[in-house]
């Protein structure tokens, strides 16, 4: 949708979005970003650390939109300690173990995909990739 700025630097719209909150994004291209947001009211003192309303920013992955699930996952994945962590990762391990331990074999008997790669580019006299 084009949306042209008028005069007084205000755009429209529509009915359909009236009413709702918007964080506005402003990027160093010239970009402006509309992201809708929800603000949550609180009552007396908000409990330590308690956010009203999450920073857009700190969620830019990809085209900037995630679920309302998976922003609640990322947060609660944050606020993991870090025997957490290493628990969950402990658990990852003995699940997956017969697929790693697999994984370590196929890499041993064929290599790793970085090693074929750079086997295949020497063998194609294309050297070392140039990074402009």
Same mark, same amino acid.
């Given at each position: 949708?084009?949306?042209?700025?008028? !005069?007084?630097?205000?755009?429209?719209?529509?009915?359909?979005?009236?009413?709702?909150?918007?964080?506005?994004?402003?990027?160093?291209?010239?970009?402006?970003?509309?992201?809708?947001?929800?603000?949550? +009211?609180?009552?007396?003192?908000?409990?330590?650390?308690?956010?009203?309303?999450?920073?857009? !920013?700190?969620?830019?992955?990809? /085209?900037?939109?995630?679920?309302?699930?998976?922003?609640?996952?990322?947060?609660?994945?944050?606020?993991?300690? +870090?025997?957490?962590?290493?628990? !969950?990762?402990?658990?990852?391990?003995?699940?997956?173990? /017969?697929?790693?331990?697999?994984?370590?074999?196929?890499?041993?008997?064929?290599?790793?995909?970085?090693?074929?790669?750079?086997?295949?580019?020497?063998?194609?006299?294309?050297?070392? +990739?140039?990074?402009?």
């Amino acid at each position: 949708m084009l949306k042209e700025v008028g !005069a007084s630097g205000q755009i429209s719209l529509g009915k359909k979005y009236a009413g709702q909150l918007f964080d506005v994004v402003f990027y160093p291209d010239g970009r402006v970003e509309l992201v809708p947001m929800k603000a949550v +009211p609180t009552v007396g003192e908000p409990a330590p650390n308690h956010r009203v309303q999450e920073d857009a !920013a700190t969620y830019r992955v990809g /085209d900037g939109w995630l679920t309302p699930e998976r922003l609640a996952a990322r947060k609660a994945a944050y606020e993991r300690t +870090p025997e957490a962590l290493n628990a !969950a990762r402990d658990k990852w391990e003995e699940e997956n173990k /017969d697929a790693i331990e697999a994984m370590n074999q196929r890499i041993e008997k064929i290599g790793s995909m970085g090693r074929r790669i750079h086997e295949w580019r020497k063998a194609q006299g294309l050297g070392k +990739p140039s990074y402009n």
